[in-house]
């Protein structure tokens, strides 16, 4: 049965790149909730079956917009199967995002995976392994745009730094063609941009609990030992209180019906 969109228009696709866990849905549908008339749809790349995935991610112009997640399984400069069938999935979706024009979102593994599939490439990060809470220095282009609306909220401190949780070992070294840059850490010069229509974050914009964020790190990495192959995450920094960088969801989310979200940056 074909589902209809919302009147307001605020329906928005999530596609996880993995299994989906209650503390991830529920601290997605309290962002959503900011915002009155959010509807979210979920979509999973490696457990729906392809009529549900189709059902979900055939037509685009259901959604207001589109936000791809991350993974902390998954390494892009390592293949795996598990990647490989991921791809599967989530090349052709980016590719029809992009060229539809949809607002996109995309963190972690999904902003690496937006580059690559767009040109750019992903290698293990020469910089060494990022994990902690980072300083993002934000250029020119990212201080003008309202994504970063609210999220700095000290007076005393300058509009142009914001404080993300950060866990990558992977990071994108060359930016697909016709990117922008709009923010930077000491250790990832491609830290936040945006290409097109897409606006791709390496940090975890959603994650502002310190704690909660080691204690999924620590069953992240038990599981990575007991696999094997892609190695742990080694801590390179400590997790102190980010920023309100939940405001970048949300004022993704507010500014979609308007496009005024990619109007600063084209």
């Not at 919302?6 to 962002?31: A, C, T, W, Y």
């Not at 915002?35 to 959604?63: C, F, I, M």
Request: net charge negative.
């Amino acid at each position: 049965m074909r589902r209809e969109a919302s009147p307001q228009g605020r329906d928005i696709l999530v596609v996880h790149n993995r299994f989906l866990n209650g503390s991830e849905i529920r601290k997605m549908r309290e962002l959503a909730r900011r915002v009155p008339g959010t509807r979210l749809v979920h979509a999973e790349t490696l457990n729906d079956t392809q009529g549900n995935w189709a059902r979900k991610t055939d037509d685009l112009s259901l959604y207001g917009a589109v936000i791809l997640k991350g993974s902390s399984d998954m390494d892009r400069s390592r293949p795996t199967q598990v990647l490989e069938d991921h791809d599967k999935r989530m090349e052709p979706l980016v590719h029809q995002i992009f060229d539809s024009g949809k607002p996109a979102y995309a963190t972690c593994l999904s902003h690496q995976s937006v580059n690559e599939f767009l040109g750019g490439e992903v290698r293990r990060n020469p910089r060494r392994h990022e994990t902690g809470t980072a300083e993002v220095i934000l250029t020119e282009a990212g201080i003008e745009h309202p994504i970063f609306e609210g999220v700095v909220q000290d007076p005393s401190r300058s509009k142009d730094r914001i404080r993300l949780i950060v866990v990558h070992k992977d990071a994108v070294t060359k930016k697909a063609p016709n990117a922008k840059q709009l923010g930077y850490t000491d250790r990832d010069p491609n830290a936040i941009l945006q290409i097109g229509n897409i606006i791709t974050v390496q940090g975890h914009a959603e994650l502002t609990d310190p704690k909660q964020v080691e204690e999924i790190l620590n069953d992240t990495n038990k599981l990575l030992e007991e696999a094997d192959q892609l190695g742990t995450y080694e801590q390179t920094s400590p997790f102190t209180d980010p920023d309100h960088t939940e405001l970048l969801l949300v004022n993704f989310i507010r500014d979609v019906p308007t496009r005024e979200m990619l109007g600063l940056v084209s």
